[in-house]
């Protein structure tokens, strides 16, 4: 199934986060935070005309930014633009 955002809208696909930190301490699942980065997947014709931000890259974006989708079975972020910081390079 493909999806195709529509508006100035983004479909990305959350990061996931180390379980350990880097002195070897295992963080439990109930004191993890949603990642904040993760990869874009697919973006609307208005974002990809501006050509600011492409599928592939890696971007950065706010606590509560997005509105969560499930498609088969993966969870997705979809959001505008305006809600993505940056572009981790």
């Not at 890259?57 to 969870?75: I, M, N, Q």
Request: net charge negative; hydrophobic share 35%.
């Amino acid at each position: 199934m493909a999806f195709q955002p529509l508006g100035k809208r983004v479909l990305i696909e959350r990061v996931e986060e180390s379980t350990t930190t880097p002195s070897g301490i295992i963080i439990p699942d109930n004191a993890k935070e949603k990642p904040l980065s993760g990869n874009v997947v697919s973006v609307s014709k208005e974002i990809s005309d501006a050509g600011l931000i492409s599928v592939g890259d890696k971007v950065v974006f706010g606590k509560y930014s997005g509105t969560e989708l499930s498609l088969e079975g993966k969870e997705y972020l979809v959001m505008e633009d305006k809600d993505i910081l940056g572009i981790l390079k």
